[in-house]
């Protein structure tokens, strides 16, 4: 799936604009904002409006899906030469300046499970509606495929893949997903 491809996500922009209707004739946008990435979901819950924000790391020399020791050595060079506010999600508001969105302690690094860490990350933000604000906001390393939103909470969901020996020469289980 193209989805999976770390690239997919690089270079995106997600804009919110809010708009107050207390006059229909004459609406009015009190308040917008520009993030970095593609915008998997969103969803309003009462008063604030809850996005999941996908981006991949941009660096010059990066290499998005290594497939050798030296390639992951030499990102791993390039992530250790690289401060940590160059790599965190940003945000302007208005026609501001990027800012950094979160700061590095609001930054979630889960467990991989079996699938190859990507230099991506995912970004929970909430907006208060009833007065326009970032409320709050958190960074997940990895991917995001789908997202689920209840009354009180929000569930994030990505795919683990695995496939084993099936005891037959030259021959493998099909790739299982994992939730």
């Not at 050595?73 to 030469?81: I, K, S």
Request: hydrophobic fraction near 45%; glycine fraction near 8%; avoid cysteine.
């Amino acid at each position: 799936s193209p989805w999976a491809d770390t690239d997919a996500w690089g270079g995106g922009s997600t804009r919110v604009e809010i708009f107050d209707r207390s006059n229909p004739l004459a609406p009015r946008s009190p308040w917008f904002a520009r993030f970095d990435g593609h915008l998997v979901a969103s969803r309003r819950i009462g008063t604030r409006l809850v996005l999941v924000i996908r981006n991949a790391i941009d660096l010059p020399g990066i290499v998005r899906a290594p497939s050798s020791d030296a390639q992951r050595g030499a990102n791993r060079r390039l992530f250790d030469a690289t401060s940590t506010l160059a790599m965190l999600p940003r945000v302007a508001i208005g026609y501001g300046n990027l800012l950094p969105l979160v700061e590095p302690g609001a930054v979630l690094l889960p467990p991989p499970g079996a699938q190859e860490q990507r230099a991506q990350y995912v970004s929970v933000v909430s907006i208060a509606l009833d007065t326009p604000r970032i409320e709050s906001a958190l960074a997940l390393v990895g991917p995001v495929e789908a997202v689920y939103a209840s009354s009180q909470n929000l569930y994030l969901a990505s795919a683990r893949f695995a496939s084993g020996n099936i005891g037959l020469p030259g021959f493998r289980d099909p790739a299982l997903a994992i939730t």
